[in-house]
């Protein structure tokens, strides 16, 4: 036990899970954000904000762990994951399934204090997430599933807010799918030379040279989403301001992957989180007055 809670080992599994990169916590976050902030009209209950809060970084922590068991005959031929924890060594891909299962489990305990509803809704999204990892392997679209996993926290945090999930709950899942959809295959541009070599499917291999177009075309889908949400639940003029502020950092993202450079379409995939903040800013401050 000692051993395996070294200053050493604690740092891969860190690493393992991603915790020192919160940006796919973050992504996973705001659309979560933004239903429950719609659907409680800004005054969300305490606990389960802070159940919701917790509980994305856990699953988004057991999918990293999952994530890198699953890619571990792959990672190694990858620039960019060469050095992950099981690649290297440091963690045994034994130890990343525990570690994964244990995330899991404090996840599970946290949605028990929820309702009924909540609970049932939860072993979906565990399915989902086990799903995306290996999804890679068979389809074109494992961007795709990753949103459905991702945007599940949505139809949840809904739930357990309003005890149903009404149409907004399921208009802001569906935005929430084609942002990841759109942020991922971003993500998957970085790795695209290593994928075709590899035989790794992605949405950015799939899209070949329109890749920057369908990228473009779902953000405006997502953004003509959430503006029409706006107008359907007569949210005020803040929180159209946010959606400006989003559309500006979508023209930044496109401006950043042109070219398609790795290391810009990078940069692009992290900017996604200030589009996430902007809507959610707009959406918080519209609710308070």
């Known amino acids: ?72 005959h792959i ?17 045994s891909p034994q130890e990343a399934l525990l570690i994964a299962a244990a995330l899991a489990i404090c996840s599970f305990l946290l949605v028990l204090t929820m309702n009924r509803l909540t609970i049932a809704l939860s072993f979906v999204g565990v399915v989902l997430a086990a799903l995306y990892p290996f999804s890679k392997r068979i ?55 290593d994928d075709l070599k590899l035989g790794v499917k992605s949405t950015a291999v799939w899209f070949g040279e329109k890749d920057v177009i369908a990228v473009a075309v779902v953000l405006l889908v997502v953004l003509g989403i959430l ?26 993202q496109l401006w950043l992957i042109k070219e398609r450079d790795a290391e810009k379409c990078f940069r692009a995939f992290l900017a996604s989180n200030y589009m996430g903040l902007a809507v959610f800013a707009g959406l918080m401050v519209d609710r308070i007055n």
């Open 1 to 72: 036990m000692q051993a395996f809670l070294s200053q050493d080992r604690l740092g891969h599994y860190i690493r393992l899970i991603r915790a020192d990169k919160p940006i796919g916590s973050l992504l996973l976050m705001w659309p979560m954000l933004w239903a429950l902030w719609i659907v409680s009209d800004g005054k969300p209950d305490a606990v389960v904000l802070l159940v919701f809060l917790l509980g994305t970084f856990l699953m988004r922590s057991a999918g990293c762990a999952i994530n890198d068991y699953a890619d571990r």
């Open 75 to 91: 990672d190694g031929s990858v620039a960019r994951s060469k050095h992950r924890p099981i690649v290297s060594g440091a963690v």
């Open 139 to 193: 389809t074109y679209w494992p961007q795709l599933v990753l949103g459905l996993a991702f945007g599940w926290a949505v139809p949840m945090v809904c739930a357990a807010q309003t005890g149903t999930i009404d149409t907004l709950g399921w208009v802001i899942y569906a935005a929430a799918i084609l942002w990841a959809l759109a942020y991922d295959t971003m993500y998957a541009m970085v790795d695209r030379e």
């Open 227 to 252: 503006l029409w949400v706006g107008f359907q639940w007569q949210l005020g003029m803040a929180y159209f301001i946010g959606l400006a502020g989003g559309l500006i950092v979508v023209g930044y």
